[in-house]
């Protein structure tokens, strides 16, 4: 205490213990932060892994498309030679269709090459039919003739086990790379099969490959090898240039002729890599095709019309829910509390039933049949041939929805009511202001943080609606979440669901952005 | 003597065990997955309380979740904890989650029972198993329902008079959906049935399709659940409208409303059901087991008491009978009867399998337009 008195020039202050004051406050704060996040900490937990980590999840399969790479990893490699041209005639080599005739045989004992399909049929029709015929003709093919003139040159072929010690003696990969690489795929389809592996001769396809290898390889480069079944490999390879070869193009030809189709391999290699772009590209009404980004054709142009109609909308929703709310919430502030009380169980007796109850009870209401006609058509205010149309279209999706969400703009608007002091506006009376004075320039300004926080609750609600635009908005007054919701449960396009979800979330942060700047987020208040 | 029984106890207490290690092989339990409604009823009824008659432990649970089975099931498949024994689900979807590995591929002869007058289980389905997984159940038809009220004194008995605004005016019900639709405009702009899908493979056939379409679209109400055309023809707010002819059925015959049916050009379409694919031994031994039970010849036309959907085996047609409460004779509301099927088209699922995305995209557009 004398110390830090008499000395103030002399260093930095020193707690009791002797350690500087800034150090020491600095741990009792560190301390503090500690314990405020030790009591957050579950919350934060429960936060991060129950609801962060799922939309994070979800949001990621916008841009994943590892299913092209990993279900024909060697026709992409393959692919990555041969450039897209229109036309028939620009379908790849034969090099290329090996590399799928392997990758097939493997993705058809795995039954992953129809889900391969079903993705790229996202983006080419027809890609879904293609991949299930060429994966039930696949193990058709007439390759077995390969097969056929080894085991002729040779019956040691037929043997597993030969196989087996063959690939598995060091340097055969480098004279038979084709074959050792289809070899694997093979081990695996052998495992698969829960089958021992000296014991399963190989299919086709393997035979295939080391034809191919072995016309593919130099004779000095197979004479040079000395591993197992040496003597047979140089014998095969003195022998394979007089065996009949089949063109794996034409078996696939044969299969379907589709396979000749440019357009086909443009799409599977513009879709090859692990993350693309097609699924936002196709949210914007635009396509990744084999020649690049191009709009869509203008029939199929859905996404921004939906996404501007469910703005428009739910701005229409929330501009409704102001005018019908403000009265209400003001009624409900300045009654006596008993009376308040009382209608307030009224505002939220809707609130308390079912969605799906309430927007059913507005078909029965609105329909041409309905209530409302009814009466008028009673009245004589329209006639029984021209009844009005006020459900399955825009008008029945905003009536409905005001009404589902015009609690939510009335209890913040009611809350922040209920703190204006009423003797503002009676000070503004007695100074002379009329009542319309009064309102607008003292009691106004001042339930504005009421409205901004009913109006962004609303209009983010309104923007994801989906079970009362897919009631009752027939087909002008649906959302983008109703397409969201196809592509979930429907199409399996979760790819698409997810790009046009990311979407939807960024326009609303940015339009957060744009009222925080404009309004200002402290001047929203829930009471 | 003490001995004796001892022995004979223990011998006892063994065979029980041994009776009870042959019962634990299978699951206690299954969840069955179906639409709800009066059609999951009809199968409880026809299936579900014989089979827990004959085996009393056996617990079953039902999930009305058929609507978004596809998506689920993905979702549990990439979670890795399949909670669903057996989905009852529509052939296009069977052959969907066939193609993405979620439904477990199977050997009709050896799964199913062989039928009643003798013929494999293969022959007796034929082509009704539409894929490696589907293991077929029920007929049923979509097809249209009228307002015996609202048509005057010529109710309608040709498919084109959906599109014939002059004759029969008022709102029509079409499912918002280009299957089924597209087909019916083709067949109704003077395309031959044989070609209906050649024509819709162009670019031009579906400008066809949707032109056809044009010249109702402001007199249509569009529904996406099968209960809508029911309740929009009860309430009078549709003259004609499509649906399940199942629905149409109760509307007509349960609920005594004046609508008649429409059978000219029904599309007919099947449903039945998938084992999920990844199932543990256990429970995949129940299930099978039931599934055997169920798709019997006898339980097959048992099911068709309880609602107007044919059975998918060809010997159990002549075993149809009458309406457990009705006691109407349930034939003539077959969608297969000679009488209604005179004029019927066959839906295309592997056609439908490539062409959904794409024709979707566009139907929709041109219904947000």
Redesign the interface.
């Known amino acids: 205490m004398t110390d830090a008195t008499n000395s103030p020039s002399t260093g930095p202050m020193l707690s009791a213990d002797g350690t500087p004051l800034k150090k020491s406050l600095q741990i009792a704060l560190r301390r503090q932060k500690l314990r405020a996040l030790a009591l957050v900490a579950p919350l934060l937990l429960f936060v991060l892994i129950s609801f962060i980590a799922p939309i994070a999840d979800m949001l990621f399969r916008s841009v994943e498309n590892e299913i092209v790479s990993e279900t024909i990893p060697r026709t992409v490699i393959a692919l990555e030679q041969w450039d897209y041209e229109d036309g028939n005639a620009a379908a790849p080599s034969d090099d290329v269709y090996a590399a799928l005739y392997v990758d097939l045989s493997e993705a058809e004992e795995?039954?992953?090459h129809?889900?391969l399909?079903?993705r790229l049929?996202?983006e080419t029709?027809?890609?879904?039919?293609l991949l299930?015929k060429t994966g039930r003709g696949i193990g058709r093919m007439d390759t077995d003739e390969y097969t056929k003139q080894f085991e002729a040159l040779d019956p040691k072929w037929e043997d597993p086990a030969v196989w087996v010690a063959m690939m598995q003696s060091p340097g055969v990969a480098e004279i038979l790379p084709e074959t050792a690489s289809a070899w694997q795929s093979w081990q695996r389809i052998v495992a698969n099969k829960n089958d021992v592996l000296a014991e399963e001769q190989p299919e086709d396809f393997i035979y295939t490959m080391l034809y191919r290898d072995l016309i593919a390889q130099p004779a000095s480069a197979v004479a040079a090898y000395s591993g197992s079944g040496a003597e047979m490999l140089q014998t095969a390879d003195s022998a394979v240039d007089g065996f009949e070869a089949i063109s794996l193009r034409e078996q696939f030809l044969d299969i379907d002729e589709d396979w000749a189709d440019a357009q086909i391999w443009g799409t599977i290699k513009a879709f090859s890599s692990p993350y693309t772009a097609g699924y936002f590209l196709s949210s914007v009404d635009l396509q990744l095709t084999p020649a690049g980004v191009e709009a869509q054709p203008e029939?199929?142009?859905?996404y921004m019309?939906?996404f501007g109609?469910t703005m428009f909308m739910s701005m229409v929703i929330m501009g409704s829910c102001i005018l019908l709310g403000y009265p209400i919430a003001y009624l409900l502030s300045n009654l006596p509390l008993r009376t308040s009380n009382l209608l307030l169980i009224l505002v939220l007796l809707p609130f308390w039933t079912s969605l799906l109850v309430r927007t059913s009870a507005w078909k029965v209401l609105l329909?041409?049949?309905?209530v409302i006609n009814d009466i008028l058509v009673w009245l004589g205010l329209v006639g029984d041939g021209d009844r009005l149309v006020m459900i399955?279209n825009q008008f029945g999706t905003i009536v409905a929805m005001t009404h589902i969400l015009l609690p939510f703009m009335i209890l913040p608007l009611y809350s922040v009511m209920k703190t204006i002091p009423p003797s503002y506006v009676r000070a503004a009376k007695s100074l002379g202001a009329t009542n319309w004075t009064a309102f607008w320039r003292v009691y106004f300004p001042q339930s504005v943080p009421g409205i901004g926080a009913g109006s962004i609750l609303v209009f983010i609600l309104s923007i994801g609606y989906y079970i009362t635009p897919?009631l009752v908005g027939?087909?002008?007054g649906?959302f983008i979440s109703n397409?969201i919701a196809y592509h979930?449960?429907?199409?399996?396009?979760?790819g698409l669901a997810a790009a046009l979800g990311t979407i939807l979330l960024a326009v609303v942060l940015l339009l957060y952005w744009v009222y925080d700047r404009i309004v200002g987020i402290d001047n929203v208040s829930l009471g | 003597m003490k001995s004796k029984l001892a022995t004979l106890m223990c011998g006892a207490a063994l065979a029980m065990t041994g009776a009870h290690a042959h019962a634990a092989d299978m699951a206690d339990s299954m969840t069955i997955v179906s639409w709800g409604g009066a059609y999951q009823k009809s199968q409880i009824n026809a299936y579900a309380e014989p089979y827990k008659a004959m085996h009393p432990d056996v617990e079953v649970i039902w999930d009305e979740s058929s609507n978004e089975a596809v998506a689920k099931l993905r979702a549990m498949n990439e979670a890795g904890n399949i909670t669903w024994d057996l989905v009852d689900v529509v052939a296009a979807d069977a052959i969907r989650l066939c193609d993405e590995g979620l439904a477990m591929e199977y050997d009709p002869d050896e799964l199913l029972a062989a039928g009643d007058d003798g013929s494999s289980a293969s022959d007796d389905f034929g082509d009704l198993i539409v894929s490696d997984c589907f293991i077929p159940q029920i007929v049923y038809s979509t097809t249209f329902g009228y307002r015996t009220d609202m048509v005057g004194d010529t109710p309608p008995t040709d498919i084109c008079d959906v599109f014939d605004l002059e004759a029969y005016p008022g709102k029509r019900a079409l499912e918002k959906r280009p299957i089924n639709n597209m087909e019916w405009a083709l067949l109704c702009d003077g395309v031959a049935k044989a070609d209906v899908y050649d024509v819709l493979e162009t670019e031009e056939g579906q400008a066809q399709a949707l032109a056809k379409l044009d010249t109702i679209k402001d007199q249509v109400v569009w529904w996406s659940a099968g209960a809508d055309t029911p309740q929009l023809l009860a309430d009078g707010e549709v003259v004609m409208g499509s649906t399940y002819n199942g629905r149409l059925f109760s509307l007509i015959e349960e609920q005594d409303q004046p609508v008649a049916m429409l059978w000219d050009a029904q599309v007919f379409d099947l449903d039945g059901w998938i084992i999920p694919a990844g199932l543990p031994e256990d429970r995949l031994a129940r299930v099978k087991d039931f599934v055997k039970f169920a798709t019997d010849t006898q339980r097959l036309a048992d099911q068709a008491k309880y609602i107007s959907y044919g059975p998918a085996r060809k010997s159990s047609a002549p075993l149809v009978g009458q309406h457990a409460d009705l006691g109407i004779d349930m034939a003539p509301h077959m969608p297969t009867d000679p009488e209604n099927s005179k004029n019927t088209f066959l839906y295309n699922y592997t056609w439908w399998a490539d062409y959904r995305d794409d024709l979707d995209a566009k139907f929709q557009a041109w219904l947000a337009q």
């Open positions: 795995f039954k992953t129809t889900r399909g079903s049929n996202y029709t027809g890609m879904s039919s299930r029939n199929q142009q859905i019309l939906l109609r329909q041409q049949q309905g399955n897919e027939g087909t002008t649906t397409r979930i449960s429907s199409s399996l396009n979760w």
